[in-house]
């Protein structure tokens, strides 16, 4: 399984981006998709994860201001993340899980960076 990440980019405060996570290969029965982000020196955080189902849940990182969906057809979750601010400044990171596997398979990790 690929997972294959993109959106990531350099904007201002207060503006938005969409970011997206395609898995390919030998993808059956994607359970969970995530979105996690890091930054130099810390660990890797949760920002929001959707079930197969698509019932979302979000970290305090992402209330209010984030909006993570799936296309199953497709096998791509998406993170909308509006209102951005500096602290949103990380590489981004998408995680899949599937029923048939207890480990998760992680993507490339895209950059997002947030100017004032």
């Known amino acids: 399984v690929q997972l294959q990440a993109s959106g990531g980019g350099s904007v201002q405060t207060g503006e938005s981006l969409r970011l997206s996570c395609t898995a390919s290969?030998?993808?059956?029965?994607?359970?969970?998709m995530g979105w996690y982000r890091q930054t130099p020196g810390k660990q890797r955080e949760l920002v929001a994860m959707i079930t197969s189902a698509g019932a979302p849940a979000y970290t305090d990182v992402a209330k209010g201001r984030f909006a993570i969906s799936r296309d199953n057809g497709k096998n791509t979750v998406y993170l909308q993340m509006n209102r951005l601010k500096p602290e949103d400044t990380a590489v981004y990171y998408c995680r899949v899980t599937l029923t048939s596997r207890a480990a998760p398979y992680w993507g490339q990790g895209t950059l997002v960076t947030v100017s004032s």
């Open positions: 290969g030998s993808v059956f029965s994607i359970e969970t």
